[in-house]
């Protein structure tokens, strides 16, 4: 077809391949990309979803295996949330949040409903990072201690104090401008401890005890983790290891505070990841799960113990958009479908499925080390060598250690898969209704590039 041939209707419409052209150029010439040189990119120019799949302008499709950036659970293009959106817009938009609107008070309630044990105060953010800000802010005034610890293979989020809380190498060009007292501790990983899980435990709380000695235990507020790794390669805990943590921090009057941002809302086959663990923290920093990206938000769910401390004291916490009116509709929207579609029973159902096709996939391909998930939050794990176990690709890798996972990644695209890769690992955490068939449909994809990483092993 010729291009003249193209413009069909008046002299103003644009083919959607054009169309879609010209969306990416604004975007290159006028916009920043997270995480990214800026120069050299291919993005893909997204249309519309629905469910699973992205569409774009040349409506090619793409299965989505990480559900965006591990956030969209209930899948693309949902239409009950627009319309309970446009409910709540219709009503008000916004009030400061001093005022209160039933879709809040419903929210709170829900939340409450759902989180273990005494959590049941909801303070809303904007994101995953304004959680985890302002729980480390309250940890430290309910305390009255500074001091936070945390895991170096973690990510909390790129605000100043979140970055330095996570032990995310993204966080080395803004070393200068870390954020004071956070302290970070080792746990080494399962795949490559060579003693069995049961010393990996001992040792690994042994050290937390050391660490917490030498620091002083009346110098630290909280300790931070997430409910289950994620971006840093879903690195498991020991079994018991949360267990003994969470007995840890009863015995020195420190906080335990669970980042749920990724693990939370049915990701793993739970409600929330530190529920596979038999606990209860002090507070819950959620997002991603809770809106399923259909709107920016966020939450903080705190204990009554510590609520109770501002019923007549000033709570020194506070967001222009904390409880925005229409987020808290999406959100409540969003908690409704989970349960109708059942998808947290889903996410666990087809997350044993997959431990069963990527146990077939390992035979096939001798790149494949290592596959760990709880649920629907997943990745594959790339060697070179099988024995040695060294990885496809290092952590914090340099552009040239990335060659060979380049590779895969650019097949997985044009197959027609978006999805996660960093480092040596390839992520599988599709939306939570995803189906059987489409789980094969996305293994199809990642065993062709498997395929390329395999004939760089020695």
């Not at 989180?115 to 009255?144: H, M, Q, V, W």
């Not at 176990?389 to 044009?414: C, L, Q, S």
């Amino acid at each position: 077809m010729s291009v003249s041939n193209i413009f069909i209707k008046t002299a103003t419409d644009k083919p959607a391949y054009l169309e879609g052209k010209s969306a990416v150029q604004n975007c290159l010439d006028y916009t920043l990309f997270s995480w990214s040189k800026q120069k050299g990119i291919d993005p893909i120019a997204v249309k519309f979803g629905e469910g699973v799949y992205l569409y774009d302008y040349d409506d090619k499709r793409y299965i989505d295996f990480s559900s965006g950036l591990m956030n969209v659970n209930i899948g693309h293009g949902d239409q009950r949330i627009t319309d309970a959106v446009v409910r709540q817009m219709q009503q008000i938009s916004y009030v400061t949040p001093s005022c209160v609107t039933k879709s809040r008070g419903d929210l709170g309630k829900k939340l409450a409903s759902i989180c273990p044990g005494d959590l049941n105060k909801a303070f809303f953010t904007l994101c995953g990072a304004t959680s985890i800000e302002n729980a480390i802010k309250l940890a430290r005034l309910y305390t009255g201690r500074h001091k936070i610890l945390t895991r170096y293979q973690s990510y909390h989020g790129s605000s100043n104090g979140a970055m330095t809380a996570g032990g995310d190498p993204r966080k080395f060009p803004v070393d200068a401008q870390q954020a004071p007292n956070f302290i970070h501790f080792d746990l080494p990983h399962l795949y490559r401890w060579e003693y069995g899980e049961e010393n990996l435990l001992k040792e690994s709380v042994a050290s937390l005890e050391r660490l917490i000695a030498y620091e002083g235990p009346a110098t630290i507020a909280a300790i931070l983790l997430e409910g289950e790794s994620g971006s840093s390669g879903c690195l498991q805990y020991p079994k018991g290891y949360l267990a003994r943590v969470r007995a840890i921090c009863n015995q020195q009057g420190i906080l335990l505070i669970m980042d749920e941002v990724m693990s939370g809302f049915g990701r793993t086959g739970q409600w929330f990841g530190f529920q596979n663990h038999a606990i209860i923290p002090d507070m819950i920093a959620m997002a991603k799960g809770l809106t399923c990206g259909y709107l920016p938000f966020g939450c903080l769910m705190v204990s009554d113990k510590i609520a109770a401390k501002y019923n007549d004291t000033l709570l020194p916490l506070g967001l222009t958009y904390s409880a925005h009116p229409v987020a808290c509709a999406a959100a409540l929207e969003t908690l409704k479908i989970y349960e109708e579609d059942n998808l947290i029973e889903n996410a666990a159902a087809m997350g044993r499925y997959l431990e069963e096709k990527v146990a077939l996939l390992k035979r096939q391909h001798p790149s494949i080390g290592d596959y760990r998930n709880t649920g629907l939050l997943g990745c594959i794990e790339l060697v070179k060598n099988r024995i040695t176990k060294e990885p496809m690709a290092p952590f914090n890798a340099t552009p040239d250690e990335m060659v060979i996972m380049n590779k895969v990644a650019e097949k997985i695209k044009e197959l027609g898969m978006y999805t996660f890769v960093r480092w040596s690992y390839i992520f599988i955490a599709p939306p939570l209704c995803v189906t059987i068939a489409q789980i094969d449909e996305g293994l199809a994809i990642i065993t062709e590039a498997i395929k390329i990483a395999d004939s760089y092993v020695i």
